[in-house]
């Protein structure tokens, strides 16, 4: 599955293979590319005809899953707004940041992990959003509600 950038405003850069590249409009994104936005840059991704993210000045993500029904981006640092159309049983859209994990099955969320700031914010504009730790489920947060918690040093997290 591929996704394209459908806007871009400011610079960005896409990672693909261990490659950085520019970015233009309709850039392809796959699974495992790495997105990068500059200082006063954003950059909107289409994945299908309702289900997108867009990406905040000065963030990093990393497109970790992209296939048929199943997509986990993880957000390095930055802010990640998302749409996802409503999903199937099977089917499920998830941003991990750090330890925490927000999944969706059709709704409209962002999920922001400031570079100075030891906090990571999910906040549900709407539908619902399961907030968890691993196997534990943290928070079911619905429309307005957010979930802001202490980071935890995840292994391997240089972020």
């Known amino acids: 599955m591929l996704g394209w950038v459908s ?28 997105l990068r936005t500059g200082p006063n840059a954003s950059l909107h991704v289409v994945l299908t005809a309702e289900t997108g993210f867009a990406l905040a000045a000065d963030s990093e993500l990393r497109v970790a899953r992209l296939r ?19 999903l199937g049983e099977r089917e499920r859209y998830q941003v991990m940041s750090a330890d925490l994990t927000a999944s969706v099955r ?15 914010t999910v906040f549900v504009a709407e539908g619902r959003v399961d907030v968890s730790r691993g196997d ?24």
């Open 7 to 34: 806007l871009l405003a400011g610079s960005a850069t896409l990672e693909h293979d261990g490659v950085p590249g520019a970015l233009t409009l309709d850039s392809p994104v796959q699974e495992g590319d790495v």
């Open 106 to 120: 059709g709704t409209r969320f962002w999920v922001a992990r400031p570079l100075a700031e030891p906090q990571i």
């Open 136 to 159: 534990t489920l943290l928070s079911s947060l619905t429309a307005g509600q957010s979930f802001p918690a202490a980071r935890s040093a995840a292994p391997g997290d240089t972020h």
């Open 68 to 86: 048929c029904g199943e997509t986990e981006l993880a957000l390095a640092h930055g802010r990640v707004s998302n749409r996802v159309q409503k």
